[in-house]
Nanobody, 126 residues
């Protein structure tokens, strides 16, 4: 059974840091398109950071220079290191993966992804 489970959300003050982890079961990330999305109340789900099929990365403009996506290939865990957090980063964060090929032109589209975690809440207070 394919499953993604996220860990590491929480509440922090502005300027703080959090690291999210995503652990898959039933498959290995391999060359899957995989990454992190977020959704704030009343807003659409948006791509935050993605590792594309051939290993390139794409970041939302709003998180460039503050967030870093990475993967431990031995442990098959996907991470999102979030630094210099801002109140506008407050959202439910989701891990997602897809066996479909993706490039930087497509990787930020939620509709591409068939596998989703349950989400982990990140709250940043000012």
């Amino acid at each position: 059974q394919v499953q993604l489970v996220e860990f590491g959300g929480g509440s922090v003050q502005a300027g703080g840091s959090l690291r999210l982890s995503c652990v898959p079961s039933g498959f290995t990330f391999g060359s899957y398109c995989r990454g992190w999305f977020r959704q704030a109340p009343g807003k659409e789900r948006e791509g935050v950071a993605v590792i594309e099929s051939y290993g390139g990365t794409t970041y939302a403009d709003s998180v460039k220079g503050r967030f870093t996506i990475s993967q431990d290939y031995d442990k098959n865990i996907l991470y999102l290191q979030m630094n210099s957090l801002k109140p506008e980063d407050t959202a439910m964060y989701y891990c997602a993966a897809s066996p479909t090929y993706c490039s930087n032109r497509s990787s930020s589209r939620p509709s591409l992804y068939g596998y989703w975690g349950q989400g982990t809440q990140v709250t940043v207070s000012s």
